[in-house]
């Protein structure tokens, strides 16, 4: 029954259970997004709840960013918007820099967009990912740097430029063995390939950067339906301007 605002007030959490059970909820959000997402939503509550009757842990910051996208997916864009910028200030309130790189994410990509225009979403995704390798969030740094080319080319940027960008942060990734962010990563690379006619076939995503021949049957197998959804909104686009 608090205004959003106000929870950025509450006191700190002590509880020692509830700081466990915070930790151990934020380390399942990422899995469930993307293999169980009935789930996800109920560990979102659950991590809001125990912040709002036990006080503000670092971790809540996560929490409020992730209620802010369901929000947002239920169509209550103003109060999402207001979870994601209650979670940026809790980051900076507490000075959670180990947490910088996990809620700029959640926030540039799943909720800003909304609201404000696209590109401002991308300075802070870059901030993000550049703290997330100083702090070592290898994981959410990756991200943020996926997150950066998949915005900039729906924002129209220059795609020579993006190209390479996006060449340079797939090399980090390969080189960090983050390979999900990497695939995610050379699907929209590809795509930016296919625009540039270093593609034989503009349709397809074939080429230096993915192949979409050896990908697909191990995606479909796997069901992989994170990826699969990059895919084919990617060859949409492709087979409708071309």
Known sequence: GKPIEELLYLPAMTDSYGLASMRVLSSTINLAFTTFPQLFPLIVFRMVNLSITHGNAPLSAQAYATYGITLCAAGDIEAGYQFGNLALHLVERLNARELKASVTYMVQTFIRHWK?????????????YQVGLETGDILYG????????????????????????????????????????????????QLVLNFLGRANNPCRLVGESYDEDTALPLLLQANDVNTLCFIYSSKLVLCYLF
Request: glycine share 6%.
């Open 116 to 128: 404000d225009h696209i590109r401002d979403t991308l300075p802070p995704l870059l901030a993000g």
């Open 142 to 189: 990756t991200f943020d740097a996926q997150g950066y080319g998949f915005q900039a080319f729906w924002m129209g940027a220059e795609l020579n430029s993006l190209e390479h960008e996006m060449a340079k942060y797939s090399e980090v990734m390969r080189r960090l063995k983050q390979d999900q962010m990497l695939k995610l990563n050379e699907i929209y690379r």
